[in-house]
């Protein structure tokens, strides 16, 4: 997803900039039209062209989130008007920038809008939570709503966590390879280097290359270092871009075992919020609108929305998301069977709870699989290393350094 800034203008022409996200230009100007805004101008978020903008927007992160609104939650269900939930919650809030948005919000409802017009004015907060707020306003059961949206998201959280400690310890041993690495190019090739030019040694070409390669990098390392995180910086910035974005996430899905897992992941944080949209009474259409704008993946995501263009145009949601082919076979069916029971929230969550497990049991075994790899990995590099070196130590008895 690709951050643009927009200009909106409201009915008395006072014009406000915020940050919106969305697939291209055209996808925010519409989402934007469909509120009822009337938009000036939409541009991409760029470092460069149109003036040197560093990228300064701040978020909240999801976890405060989450116990923000269990807590609004349990005021309201108290009986607590809206106004005087958010101002006391207002005051117990210790985040500084998080405090600013929820002033404003405060100040916002307190003048009459309403609540998800407010935190939507923001330009911060996720857009699935506005619209579960905007529904449960409509249908007058924000609380039954809002309980939802807690509940899918605490889900969401422990799957991530879930799959980041599974990664602890891969990442654990790549940052192990990496400053072995380091230490044997920047330290001990060189001291070999300087061994063997002091014992004038008549190399084999094998430590020659290596010797010549850890010399290279010592004396050139700020620059390699720099060259690096300047590519990085750039590949960064491109990925920011939706041409950028769709690129690299068809790279992730066509690399092999880990591109099934990254699509089954995608797919059931669709199910799980489609269900939670769903299940507050949004219609059908913006609801797959919003959690398609909500997805990580630009592949999914441009897939969930062709598919509501279809269900707008009166096809089912089953063959809507068959006829992209990027939804697996499994999950089209299970749709449909819930489309025809009458079921489609409560399918939609059983969707959601067999990727997510299926997510965790292929991240498991691709694990298993990469851990031994690396460390083979390592193994191979040091040894290739380590003979290099010593080949010409092995060659003193049989007269191979010449004095």
Known sequence: MAEFVTRLADERGHLREQIETGQSEQDVRERLVQQGLLVVSVKPRTLLGGGLRWPTRRRVKLEELVIYNQQFLTLIKAGLPILTSLELLLRRQHNPYFRALLEDVHNRVKSGEMLSEAFTTQGIFPKIYTTTLLAGEKSGNLEEVLARYIDFQRVALSVRKKLLASLIYP??????????????????????????????????????????????????????VGGFALLAFLVWRWRQTPSGARRVDQLRMAFPLLGQIWLRYQIGIFARMLSTLLSGGLPLV????????????????????DAAERVRQGSPLSTALEKTKAIPDLAVEMIEVGESTGALPPMLNSVAEFYEEDVQTALAAAMSLIEPIILVGMGVIVAFVLISLYLPIFSLGSGGIAH
């Open 171 to 224: 990442a654990l041993l790549m940052l192990g390879v990496i400053v072995m690495l380091t230490f044997l190019v920047t330290f001990v090739i060189p001291r070999f280097a300087q061994l063997f030019e002091e014992l004038r040694a008549q190399l084999p070409p094998l430590t020659t290359f290596m010797l010549t390669v850890g010399v290279t990098i010592r004396d050139y390392l700020p620059l390699i």
């Open 286 to 305: 913006p609801a797959l609108e919003t959690a398609g704008g909500s997805l990580q993946s630009p592949t999914v995501a441009r897939a969930v929305l």
